[in-house]
């Protein structure tokens, strides 16, 4: 553990930020743990990434789960233990991670300050809550996601009354690396 973050507090005794990054289906992150976790280490934030129970997440099994109550202890157990700005926690996640996390993000904006979703397939809240800031990037070579989900996603989220950025980029299904840094980047505004 960084010698800063035994006091639960960073450097400056100031809170973390948190980011909350999601698995694809079969555990994979197309990429995008590497760049969050560089992400961290430069900007001194609490990096937390879950697995979930089965190859991807409950939700996309049927419904909120296990899944959903496994996060939730893992929030509750980060924030216990760490000084979290609970004004800067992000939920982040790839394919069926982007998925979840729209879904869980949007039912819970009064705490997630953004959602950053890449190459997601749908969403589906059971409720709303709060005006997170939402990211969606997509690539437009995707061949397990076509990119108009994506790009379906952002609009109708625009059209709500949400504040969305949208990224598509020359690419199949993964995590550009310039557009997480550029989404990362949105989180320290």
Do not use: C
Request: charged share 15%.
């Amino acid at each position: 553990m960084p010698p800063h973050l035994d006091s639960g507090a960073g450097a400056s005794g100031a809170p973390l930020h948190l980011l909350v990054l999601l698995h694809g289906a079969g555990g994979q992150h197309g990429g995008g743990d590497h760049i969050a976790l560089a992400h961290a280490i430069r900007h001194g934030a609490l990096l937390l990434i879950p697995d979930a129970l089965s190859t991807s997440w409950d939700f996309l099994r049927g419904g909120f789960g296990p899944d959903l109550a496994f996060l939730d202890r893992a929030l509750l157990w980060t924030m216990q233990r760490y000084q979290v700005d609970e004004q800067a926690m992000a939920l982040a996640g790839f394919s069926d991670g982007a998925s979840y996390a729209l879904s869980v993000g949007l039912m819970n904006g009064h705490l997630f300050s953004d959602i950053l979703a890449f190459s997601p397939g749908f969403m589906a809240p059971l409720r709303r809550e709060g005006q997170p800031r939402i990211f969606v990037a997509h690539g437009k070579e995707d061949p397990v996601l076509a990119v108009q989900r994506g790009h379906d996603i952002a609009q109708r989220l625009t059209q709500e009354g949400y504040d969305v950025s949208y990224e598509e980029f020359d690419g199949a299904h993964i995590v550009s690396p310039p557009v997480a840094r550029a989404a990362l980047q949105r989180l320290e505004t």
